[in-house]
């Protein structure tokens, strides 16, 4: 430990012993904070060992532990607080800690921070006073400091002499910050003294919900969105476009909404509520597969064998006008969703879901062949037409993703290298295993059909996941099926979405679905933001969740 930070450790221990010493003399009695019930608070056991998760700095050792009965004017060593997901490192200190209280204030060091301090100041019954350079009392201050190289989405917090300063290198971590405040004082609960250091060890951290299957009000998703921000997810995938229904209004194409949808100013406040909460909204438009709703209103785009034979939910990729009607709504979405990814779908097209494509697709094979030369196959075309689709988005500036079966091998054609990989399934035609995707140098996003999955219904040997089994069997290595890659992939694995799908729309309400899903995404997300094994027990962590409910 260098001199200065050993001096400066000394003298805010001296700053604490004076603030006791004037508490007590004005009369004010203080003992343990609230939420230390895992023992008493400096045992050896909470000094050694977090009981919620995050990882404890600067704990001595048991023989040195202080008194579980401390005089007025000695402090016991803090707790980590209690959070989901938990807190990656905190170094406990000596003090009272902090709790809100009116009149109390949050402060800001620049304008940017206006949103995160409203909403804080807000939710605990603070005042929000802006940029402010003096100190007070009590006060929460919020900082973006110059930290070069560092995760924008880390943060520290410091809980010292009864204030509380959250500080980050962007204001994504500044809020994440805020949520660990929020949760620590949950329920009339004391922010404990000491520091934090924080950071997600996954830059994706999401959820998708299916409303084209089964429309979803748009109070719901908002709720969702307010769920979501709190846990310290980051993406909301909306797959509002299939066979059943397409759900977002249209000015390019009316004629294929749906009647039940999200109006474009609905969808325009869940895009802001939800960037008020650093979460990504991402758009999913699925082609060329499940576009039945756009068929629906343009039926002679739909795909028919070389017999005659519709193929359902599938647009003919020879012709032309598919791809037209496909980009101009690409190109309208694109002015209503602003976040930089984009979900271009890409599985299941009924034409590859066959032993012989160009044998019963004999125009998709003739349009290979003229596009790419002899020997092309309706696996090229179709990877042609992903390609021109990615092409679509990124003149918006976004970054394509699609689904792993809308990727195939052995072709001529080969998918752009920006295109992400949605993994969800091993049980395509062709399957192939997440380590060639990433031997080959790709980026892989974790839907484990296996663990995060809830389909309604439960169809085709789906079961509606359990937070526990994710809390103790899943990490974001485990791409497909129960075995995790090797760990020299784990960079290339940029994280995971649990994922809402509506196969049978009325097997659950919207409210089931929300109780359902509650601990499945508070375990997703623990995994997310630290892969490691928790230090919870799963019955401790619900407990927790309950109580922070």
Not at 84 to 95: D, K, L, M, N, Y
Not at 228 to 246: I, P, T, V
Not at 412 to 439: M, N
Not at 538 to 544: E, G, M
Request: aromatic residues 8%; contains cysteine.
């Amino acid at each position: 430990m260098s001199q200065h930070r050993k001096r400066t450790e000394k003298q805010a221990r001296g700053l604490i012993v004076g603030a006791v010493a004037v508490t007590v003399a004005a009369g004010v009695g203080l003992g343990l904070w609230a939420g230390s019930d895992s023992g008493p608070a400096g045992s050896a056991r909470s000094q050694a060992e977090s009981p919620m998760g995050g990882r404890v700095e600067g704990a001595p050792t048991p023989s040195r532990a202080p008194s579980p009965t401390p005089s007025p004017t000695r402090y016991p060593l803090s707790s980590t607080p209690r959070t989901i997901p938990a807190v990656r490192v905190h170094t406990p200190e000596r003090g009272p800690g902090w709790r809100p209280a009116p009149g109390r204030r949050v402060v800001v060091n620049n304008a940017g921070l206006a949103d995160e301090g409203r909403l804080l100041a807000g939710e605990l019954g603070l005042t929000y006073a802006g940029r402010k350079d003096d100190i007070r009392a009590g006060d929460v201050r919020l900082s973006v400091n110059a930290g070069k190289g560092a995760n924008p989405e880390s943060y520290r917090m410091t809980v010292r002499g009864g204030r509380v300063a959250i500080s980050g290198p962007d204001d994504a971590g500044v809020f994440y910050g805020t949520r660990t405040l929020k949760q620590a004082v949950h329920g009339g609960g004391t922010a404990p003294e000491g520091v934090v250091r924080d950071e997600p060890a996954k830059p994706v951290r999401g959820f998708l919900l299916d409303i084209a299957r089964k429309n979803f009000t748009a109070g719901w998703i908002e709720d969702r969105v307010r769920e979501l921000g709190d846990l310290k997810f980051n993406r909301l995938q909306l797959h509002f476009s299939d066979d059943q229904a397409w759900r977002i209004e249209s000015d390019s194409h009316p004629e294929i909404v749906s009647r039940e949808h999200l109006t474009k100013a609905q969808v325009k406040r869940i895009v802001a509520l939800a960037a008020q909460r650093h979460i990504t909204v991402v758009p999913e438009i699925d082609s060329p597969g499940h576009l039945g709703a756009v068929i629906a209103a343009h039926p002679e785009l739909q795909l028919r064998s070389g017999a005659g034979n519709a193929a359902r939910g599938a647009v003919d990729i020879s012709n032309p006008a598919s791809a037209k009607i496909v980009d101009d709504l690409l190109n309208e979405y694109a002015g209503l969703f602003p976040g930089a990814d984009w979900h271009l779908g890409g599985d299941e097209y009924r034409a590859l879901m066959v032993s012989d494509p160009e044998a019963t697709y004999p125009q998709l094979a003739a349009a290979a062949r003229e596009a790419y030369g002899a020997g092309a196959t309706v696996e090229d075309l179709t990877t042609g037409w992903l390609n021109d689709r990615a092409d679509t988005v990124r003149a918006h500036g976004r970054a394509p993703i699609a689904w792993n079966d809308g990727f195939f091998r052995g072709t001529s054609v080969r998918a752009a290298d920006d295109i992400r990989v949605g993994y969800w399934t091993g049980k395509e035609i062709g399957a192939r295993q997440p380590v060639e995707y990433l031997s080959a140098g790709r980026k892989v996003v974790n839907y484990n059909d296996k663990f995060l999955y809830y389909v309604l219904g439960q169809p085709n040997q789906f079961y509606y996941p359990t937070g526990q089994r994710i809390y103790e069997e899943w990490t974001p290595r485990v791409i497909r099926g129960t075995t995790p890659v090797p760990s020299k992939y784990d960079s290339q694995i940029l994280g995971g979405y649990f994922a809402v799908w509506c196969d049978f729309p009325n097997a659950q309400t919207q409210d089931q679905v929300a109780t359902g899903i509650r601990m499945p995404l508070r375990a997703t997300v623990q995994k997310l933001w630290d892969p490691g094994k928790p230090a919870l027990t799963w019955t401790r962590f619900k407990a927790l969740a309950d109580r922070l409910s």
